[in-house]
């Protein structure tokens, strides 16, 4: 099992540009979520989904957007990028509640 | 209300020493309290976690102490090592389907050999 995947690892974006963050699990989870890390910040919800069809917004949505057409996928669209945008993605796959979040490698973006 | 406040920011402990991570939180409608550990370069991996339904949780070198009339959970961490060096994050979630887990701002270990 590969578990949680990310791709791509690095990126940098020059501002204005738009791209897709890909985030793929083998685990069959029904919830899976995506975070930015910022230094001394923590992890903060950007989105999160309950499964296949089913998208919510979390703590700082804006600026990106997410779709869940299947178990396996979601990926994280980001339009316009900006400067307030560079951070360390990470993407989280939970079974159900009171489960462990699995976290994928994360993709470091930077946003020039 | 949706706040887990987390101290100290940064922490530096002598080999074999006693490591201790705070956190307090608001909301009395949590219900799970995870701690996190996440080492440079990688994503955060899950350490140990407490329902508040008892005081007092240990795996091994780690404990979770809690305190449901004080809204404060602890890490304890026993005979602290140098591989023990990483970010911990305490995290609380509440009932109610998203699931969704709120994060403290993290604490930096350092354990000195």
């Known amino acids: 099992n590969a578990g949680v995947t990310q791709t791509p690892k690095f990126r940098i974006l020059k501002i204005g540009q738009s791209m897709t963050l890909q985030c793929a699990q083998d685990?069959?989870?029904?919830?899976m979520y995506w975070y930015r890390q910022d230094p001394g910040m923590g992890l903060k919800l950007i989105y999160y989904?309950?499964?296949?069809?089913?998208?919510d917004k979390g703590e700082v949505p804006n600026g990106y957007n997410v779709s869940r057409s299947t178990t396996e996928d979601f990926p994280l669209r980001l339009e316009l990028a900006a400067p307030s945008q560079t951070s360390v993605y990470f993407c989280?796959?939970?079974?159900?509640?009171?489960?462990?979040?699995?976290f994928g490698p994360g993709t470091r973006l930077t946003v020039t | 209300q949706q706040q887990v406040k987390q101290s100290p920011q940064s922490l530096i402990v002598q080999k074999g020493g006693i490591s201790i991570i705070n956190c307090a939180y608001e909301?009395?409608?949590?219900?799970?309290f995870p701690w996190y550990q996440q080492f440079p370069g990688k994503g955060p991996a899950l350490l140990i976690a407490?329902?508040?339904?008892?005081s007092e949780k240990k795996e091994g070198r780690f404990t979770i102490s809690f305190n449901k009339s004080a809204k404060q959970f602890s890490l304890h961490i026993m005979d602290s090592q140098p591989g023990d060096s990483a970010t911990y994050f305490c995290?609380?979630?509440?009932?109610?389907?998203?699931?969704?887990?709120?994060f403290g701002k993290g604490t930096k270990l350092t354990v000195n050999p």
């Open positions: 989904s309950v499964g296949a069809g089913i998208t």
């Open positions: 685990m069959n989870h029904n919830y």
């Open positions: 407490i329902r508040p339904d008892v």
């Open positions: 909301n009395t409608a949590f219900d799970y």
């Open positions: 995290a609380a979630s509440i009932a109610g389907g998203s699931e969704k887990l709120v």
């Open positions: 989280a796959t939970m079974k159900t509640r009171f489960y462990e979040q699995y």
